[in-house]
């Protein structure tokens, strides 16, 4: 089991290059539904995170927390410092209801569709989005 941490500038154009570098440290890890369902989560994760969350410091990163497990990965991602925390399953919108022309709306709704395990809470002061992918098909 191998554990790395990352910082990502709080950005939108740091999104795409950081979700490469992460789906690149796990691709050996899982099988391509469960990379396919990562990246998705991840990118929705990492948008949510810079477009929402309201750092006390212009120069705030956000910490993601990358870890290979025998059943599959698990990312902690780390919400800008000074974020005020939020129960992520109050801003969730049913999928079915989403405009099928909108462009927003369903982060959350993929996220928790997609993950295998999702949690959200305070951590160290910090609020942390976990989610868990296993390695089935």
Do not use: W
């Not at 929705?44 to 705030?60: R, Y």
């Amino acid at each position: 089991m191998t554990k790395a941490v990352f910082n990502m500038d709080n950005r939108i154009e740091a999104v795409d290059p950081m979700v490469l570098g992460l789906k690149a440290r796990v691709e050996d890890s899982l099988v391509k539904e469960a990379l396919l369902r990562f990246e998705i989560c991840v990118i929705e994760a990492l948008t949510n995170v810079v477009e929402h969350a309201t750092p006390s410091s212009k120069e705030a990163s956000v910490e993601i927390h990358l870890q290979n497990t025998d059943a599959g990965v698990v990312i902690e991602i780390f919400d800008l410092e000074g974020t005020a925390p939020f129960d992520l399953r109050d801003h969730v919108t049913d999928l079915s209801l989403v405009d099928e022309m909108a462009e927003g709306g369903r982060g959350l709704g993929l996220i928790l569709q997609c993950a295998d395990t999702v949690e959200y809470g305070a951590l160290s002061n910090r609020n942390r989005l976990y989610m868990s992918f296993d390695n089935v098909s």
